[in-house]
C-alpha cells in the first residue's frame, strides 16, 4: 500500500494518494515523506477507556512509588481502572523503576521536569478514566479507596471527594482541618473528581511549581462551578513522610508556601461565598 501510495503521488494523483494514506492511518501507521521517499511509523494505540485512572506524580523517591502502586494494584482488584504514573522526576532511576512496571494497567507518562501544577494537568489529559483519583505517592491504601469515592461522586451537586477536607474560619485566609462531610476544599493526599469537570475548569493552576495550596485553588475552581466538595470518613488510607515537603528546609518551605497562598488569595480571597456556613 505504501508504494502504491508513492506511485500515485509520482503520478500527481494526490487525492486517491491521501485515500491510501487515511487507510494506513486506520490501521495504525503513520506515513513519513521525506526526500529519500517515504516510510511507515507505527502511531500510539490510545488506551481504552477506563472508570477510573489512578494517577500519581513521581518527583523521585521510587521506593514510595512501588508502595502506593502495590497497594493500589492489590486492593482494587476487579475495578475497572487504570494506573497512571507521571514520572516529573528527571531522574533514571525512576524512570527504569516506571518502565520495568508498565502494562495493560499499569501507564508511565514521562516528562521534562515541570511544575506541580503543569505535571498533575498532563496527567489529567493523558488519563483514560472518566473519574480521576489524584493520589500523592507517600499514601498507602490499606483497602479500597476508589469504590467509596466513586459513590461519593453519584450524589446529586458533588464535583469533589477525598479522604482528607479543610474549612475556613469565615474566611479564606485560614483553613483547618475539617472531617466533613462538606468542606471548603480537600487535601491533594487523595482526592477524586471527574476528568471533564476538572479540564473544563482548566485543571490546576500551572504557576503553583510547588504542591502547597495547589490543591485548595483547584477546589475552589470545581466549587465556584456550584459543586460540593466532600470528605469520605473512614477510607482505608495510610499517610507516609511526604517527600516534597520534608526535603525542603524550614525557610524555603515558608517561602514557597506563602508565595502560593498570596496567589491563591489574589484570585479567591473575596469570594468567602464558596465557604460553607
Not at 511507515?40 to 502506593?68: I, N, S
Not at 475552581?221 to 528546609?249: D, N
Request: net charge negative; charged share 30%.
Amino acid at each position: 500500500m505504501l508504494e502504491e501510495r508513492s506511485r500515485l503521488r509520482r503520478l500527481r494523483d494526490f487525492t486517491a494518494a491521501d485515500t491510501l494514506r487515511d487507510q494506513l492511518r486506520e490501521g495504525g501507521w503513520e506515513v513519513v515523506d521525506s526526500a529519500e521517499g517515504s516510510s511507515l511509523q507505527a502511531t500510539a494505540v490510545p488506551p481504552r477507556p477506563r472508570q477510573v485512572t489512578l494517577l500519581t506524580v513521581l518527583h523521585g523517591w521510587p521506593e514510595d512509588a512501588e508502595r502506593w502502586l502495590g497497594s493500589i494494584l492489590r486492593h482494587h482488584a476487579g475495578l475497572d481502572f487504570e494506573a497512571l504514573l507521571v514520572d516529573n522526576s528527571g531522574d533514571p532511576r525512576v524512570a527504569e523503576w516506571a518502565a520495568e512496571r508498565s502494562g495493560e494497567q499499569v501507564r508511565v507518562l514521562t516528562l521534562e521536569p515541570a511544575g506541580f501544577g503543569a505535571a498533575v494537568n498532563a496527567g489529567l489529559k493523558a488519563a483514560a478514566g472518566e473519574v480521576v483519583i489524584l493520589f500523592d505517592p507517600g499514601v498507602e491504601a490499606e483497602g479500597d479507596l476508589a469504590r467509596p469515592l466513586l459513590r461519593a461522586l453519584e450524589r446529586p451537586g458533588v464535583g469533589i471527594a477525598a479522604a482528607f477536607g479543610l474549612r475556613g474560619v469565615g474566611t479564606v485566609k485560614h483553613f483547618h482541618e475539617h472531617p466533613g462531610p462538606e468542606v471548603d476544599a480537600v487535601e491533594g493526599y487523595c482526592m477524586a473528581f471527574r476528568r471533564a469537570q476538572a479540564l473544563e475548569v482548566g485543571g490546576f493552576d500551572e504557576r503553583f511549581r510547588f504542591y502547597r495550596i495547589a490543591d485548595i485553588e483547584f477546589s475552589f475552581r470545581l466549587r465556584s462551578r456550584g459543586l460540593q466538595a466532600v470528605v469520605v470518613a473512614g477510607l482505608p488510607i495510610r499517610r507516609h513522610a511526604h517527600r516534597l515537603w520534608e526535603e525542603k528546609g524550614e525557610e524555603e518551605r515558608e517561602r514557597l508556601s506563602r508565595k502560593n497562598f498570596y496567589r491563591f488569595l489574589d484570585k479567591w480571597g473575596k469570594r468567602t461565598d464558596l465557604l460553607v456556613h
